[in-house]
């Protein structure tokens, strides 16, 4: 296909392939003439992989170019192909040097020692771990990392869902790109997930009728009667009607990601 139908087929306008191209993020198409070329189905599939990691992973164009250079190197293991996407989606980490973040730092160590985990301690997804917990700590909300071990265990079955579907693929290049989607748009999903159940449990816990109705009071309640404790409870409720609000705590969505830059010369 010529570059103008690459661009219908993919929703990708012709000066961000021919930026994309030039960045080395696509593989250039097979000339045909002087100022031609041809692209296949492959270049499609790579556009919709580039797009997806920058408009709902959330990746840098550079992050994205690391990630693609280690898919495409035959000779990078898996579980390295892996760990590339996963640097890609983990926070830069901002913190200083200091004495709370090597508390932080060890903590993160020993729950790696704790839960028999085979992860550096030193990796970004671990710096970025305690990073989090020092900002916890200095925001005054340090009883946050008691919960620590309940995410962890939250954590293990998805990594194992992640890559139970990662193994379905034998194709390396289907494996590859796999392993990348899971770690980098499974992150995002998650993310949504976690939020969807916020609001969820928001809602039962603060906006539902029981929740509304508000204790009873049962001073002068008619105890003198002989009436049993607690004879007044649920008087009035009947159906559990759920309210159209949404609850406290939902989150507005992932940020757009601009920018591509949209450069170059019309291709004939």
Do not use: C
Not at 30 to 46: D, I, K, M, W
Not at 52 to 64: N, P
Not at 79 to 85: E, F, I, N, S, T
Not at 181 to 196: S, Y
């Amino acid at each position: 296909m010529r570059i103008g139908e690459l661009s219908r087929r993919s929703g990708v306008p012709v000066p961000t392939i021919k930026y994309y191209l030039r960045e080395g993020l696509l593989s250039a198409g097979e000339l045909t003439s002087p100022n031609q070329a041809h692209y296949s189905t492959g270049h499609e599939r790579r556009l919709r992989l580039i797009r997806a990691l920058l408009d709902v992973g959330g990746l840098s164009l550079a992050a994205i170019g690391e990630v693609l250079e280690a898919m495409d190197d035959p000779e990078q293991p898996v579980h390295k192909v892996l760990g590339v996407a996963a640097d890609g989606v983990t926070p830069a980490g901002e913190e200083g040097a200091g004495p709370e973040l090597e508390d932080a730092r060890e903590e993160v160590a020993e729950l790696l020692r704790r839960r028999d985990w085979q992860a550096d301690e030193r990796s970004p997804a671990a710096e970025s771990l305690a990073g989090v917990l020092s900002a916890l700590r200095r925001a005054g909300h340090g009883g946050y990392i008691d919960l620590l071990d309940v995410y962890a265990d939250a954590a293990e079955p998805v990594a194992r869902a992640d890559l139970d579907y990662v193994q379905r693929r034998v194709a390396r290049e289907d494996l590859v790109e796999s392993v990348v989607v899971g770690t980098v748009l499974g992150e995002a999903m998650f993310g949504a997930l976690r939020r969807l159940a916020h609001i969820d449990v928001s809602f039962r816990r603060f906006e539902s009728p029981q929740y509304l109705a508000g204790p009873v009071d049962r001073e002068g309640s008619g105890a003198e009667g002989g009436g049993a404790d607690g004879d007044e409870r649920g008087g009035g409720g009947g159906g559990e009607e759920r309210k159209g609000g949404a609850g406290a705590g939902a989150d507005a969505g992932a940020d757009a990601h601009a920018g591509d830059p949209e450069a170059g010369t019309p291709e004939a």
